[in-house]
């Protein structure tokens, strides 16, 4: 493996790059350090001369001399000179046992929240004084995870609504960062918050690597988050991302995880797996792809009572997606109940049309650009009201209903059930039953939009659509527990 040095900028290389030979030959000067807190750089020793700079934790240094209780450093990025305090200073350790010992000190500043900083300076101090071997070995794997885990704090914390990135140690730390050459990307997100994501150089650098399975899981998950994927995107990209991010999942070997790492890697695969398919059945309708089978598969394999309580949002954010494709693939290029007939015809500028006739006559007709899956329609035993599933986006399913007006010869009209009154985010509106009498029908609706989340089980009337009773589970509500429709009581994921 070439020994891996890219990460390490030229002024932390010249600060770390030691001689190897024995620690009894080396002479006391220079030294390499690194900033352990926050400090002022002064011109003298003294705590009151002038102030040369401001050192942020985890910047590498070259030690040059000493007086007193104060080092005199170089700062090479800044090409500047001072003094500070021994204290404020970890002499990084050179000779045999070095990497050792890095190590060790790499492991404790991983268990602490607000030195990743510091924590960036040790990963680089071992990348740079390992050998060939070690950086091929388990260390080398396990300095580049930290490193990786390192980047990912401080762009989440960068990330938070009240965050200030360039103020503050936040500054600070992403200022370190930059400097042992880790980039991150942003974008803006709901109502102006910024998201700032690593850009996962390091993470696609382990899993080159002999790293060991829980190493790999999390390379591959923080290389596919959900939540660092550009929301302004073209199709084209989008679809491009997602058959990159199925590889990347791909390369980890799910069955020699622990059962926790195995589930998340599961929602993670199905989630990516139902945007393919969404993205392949848009490009392509009625043709090969698009079919939504893997992500049912990956979503079926989870192990529910294995899920950590951290584990829940990605667990229903994977339930929704993989609902809301769950009726890609299915080929019905019409449906004929007897009494109606459903079929879909080519709109204007690539929509799809729903049509209903009755006897050979068309009497109603709506079209979309997203995926109408005629074999979800169903229509209720009077006749007089028909349910169909029709994905618009990625993740956002709705529920149109077909619904005969009263009177002799009344007309149809169509009504649309989105999963929530807000904008499209994450959801399914979908159809779960019809109450015999012809004046109800269940729906369930599960959404994550506006910052909001919600799972409900309704009983809804036809007449105006209103919501007469609902429920976050089924059981709570006989009518579910008498009329919901077989098919959906097997095959939907938002029963989970």
């Known amino acids: 493996m070439r020994r891996f040095v890219l990460i390490v900028v030229a002024a932390a290389a010249a600060a770390i790059v030691m001689t190897k030979v024995e620690a009894a030959e080396l002479p006391a000067f220079p030294r390499a350090g690194l900033v352990v807190q926050d400090s002022p750089l002064r011109g003298a020793p003294r705590d009151t001369a002038s102030l040369q700079a401001q050192m942020g934790r985890g910047e590498a240094l070259e030690i040059r001399g000493e007086r007193g209780d104060h080092w005199q450093v170089w ?43 510091l924590g960036l300076g040790l990963a680089a101090a071992y990348v740079q004084a390992a050998t060939k071997d070690e950086m091929a070995g388990p260390g080398g794997a396990e300095a580049l ?19 200030k990135p360039t103020e503050g140690q936040l500054a600070a730390q992403m200022d370190v960062a930059a400097r042992y050459g880790l980039k991150f990307e942003q974008f803006e997100v709901d109502e102006g918050r910024v998201q700032v994501c690593y850009d996962g150089d390091v993470f696609r650098r382990l899993l080159a690597t002999a790293a060991t399975p829980e ?69 392509n309708p009625g043709g090969a792809g698009g079919e939504a089978t893997p992500a049912l598969v990956e979503f079926a394999g989870i192990t529910p009572t294995e899920l950590t309580e951290d584990d829940q949002p990605a667990y229903n954010d994977a339930a929704m997606r993989v609902n809301a494709a769950r009726w890609l693939g299915t080929s019905a290029a019409a449906r004929d109940f007897g009494a109606v007939q459903l079929s879909l015809q080519a709109g204007t500028d690539g929509e799809r049309c729903v049509v209903l006739s009755e006897a050979g006559k068309p009497v109603a007709r709506r079209c979309s650009w997203g995926q109408v899956a005629l074999a979800s329609a169903s229509l209720n035993r009077e006749g007089r009201a028909l349910a169909l599933a029709v994905q618009p986006l990625d993740g956002w399913r709705e529920l ?52 909001k989340y919600r799972r409900s089980f ?39």
């Not at 302004?232 to 199925?246: G, K, S």
């Open 75 to 117: 700062d090479y990025r800044r090409e500047r000179g001072g003094w500070l305090r021994k204290g404020q200073v970890l002499l990084v350790p050179r000779g045999e046992g070095a990497t050792a010992e890095l190590m060790s000190q790499l492991r404790l500043a991983r268990q602490q929240w607000g030195t990743e900083g």
């Open 400 to 451: 149109w209903l077909f619904i005969r007006e009263p009177g002799k010869g009344g007309g149809w009209r169509i009504e649309v059930m989105p999963p929530a009154p807000a904008q499209p985010g994450l959801g399914v509106a979908e159809f779960a039953g019809w109450v015999p009498g012809g004046q109800q029908l269940l729906v369930a609706r599960e959404f994550r939009a506006e910052g």
């Open 458 to 496: 309704e009983v809804v009337s036809l007449a105006g659509l209103a919501t007469e009773r609902q429920s976050p589970e089924p059981a709570l509500l006989g009518a579910f527990q008498r009329w919901s429709d077989p098919a959906w009581r097997g095959s939907s994921p938002i029963r989970r």
């Open 215 to 283: 190493q790999r899981v999390r390379a591959a998950l923080a290389l596919t988050r959900p939540d660092c994927l550009n929301p302004r995107a073209t199709v084209r990209e989008a679809e491009a991302r997602d058959q990159w991010r199925q590889q990347v999942l791909a390369q980890v070997d799910g069955a020699s995880l622990p059962v926790h790492w195995k589930n998340r890697l599961l929602m993670r695969r199905a989630s990516v797996s139902a945007s393919l398919a969404f993205a392949q059945a848009r490009r």
């Open 145 to 163: 995870d930290a490193m990786g885990t390192f980047a990912e704090r401080i762009a989440d914390r960068a990330s938070l609504r009240d965050a």
